[in-house]
């Protein structure tokens, strides 16, 4: 099985992947307290953007067997109440397991992933249960994810 290591999330780091903004400690131009339009979030067609609540569970230890990506929209994952570690791996229609990198992603920073780019759930850093919200075009878990199950010599633990 292949190991990687945690990385610091950093704008440079992540890039290829997508963008975040630290919700807790906003930086750079406001209007006052209001820190305007910090992340943009494509969506394809006159989809409505949605908000969901994901309640995570931290595993015994962190094994990457499974990935999703979806064609036509980004996917935005904040961490209200734990530090979390995101997975992911470059855009492509096959899966590239053993490109998967991992960062830590503080709490309360929301990390905005490119379309196409292979993830699955944040994994909880320091509590059991860590809350989460999705941010995706509706329905997208119905008509615009694939999912693949990795075969157990390609899973990847992160450590």
């Given at each position: 099985?292949?190991?990687?290591?945690?990385?610091?999330?950093?704008?440079?780091?992540?890039?290829?992947?997508?963008?975040?903004?630290?919700?807790?400690?906003?930086?750079?131009?406001?209007?006052?307290?209001?820190?305007?339009?910090?992340?943009?979030?494509?969506?394809?067609?006159?989809?409505?953007?949605?908000?969901?609540?994901?309640?995570?569970?931290?595993?015994?230890?962190?094994?990457?067997?499974?990935?999703?990506?979806?064609?036509?929209?980004q996917e935005g994952v904040l961490c209200l109440d734990d530090d979390v570690i995101v997975h992911v791996a470059p855009a492509g229609k096959e899966p590239v397991p053993e490109l998967t990198e991992a960062f830590l992603v503080p709490k309360g920073t929301m990390v905005l992933l490119h379309t196409g780019v292979w993830h699955l759930s944040a994994i909880p850093v320091n509590k059991e249960l860590a809350h989460v919200m999705i941010v995706l075009p509706e329905r997208t878990y119905h008509n615009d994810c694939v999912v693949v199950d990795y075969p157990e010599e390609k899973w990847v633990e992160i450590c």
């Open positions: 099985m292949n190991q990687i290591k945690v990385k610091t999330l950093t704008a440079e780091s992540f890039k290829e992947f997508g963008s975040f903004t630290d919700f807790m400690n906003p930086e750079g131009y406001s209007l006052g307290d209001f820190y305007q339009d910090r992340l943009r979030m494509h969506s394809s067609g006159n989809m409505q953007m949605t908000f969901s609540p994901l309640l995570i569970h931290k595993p015994e230890k962190m094994i990457v067997t499974t990935a999703e990506y979806h064609n036509y929209t």
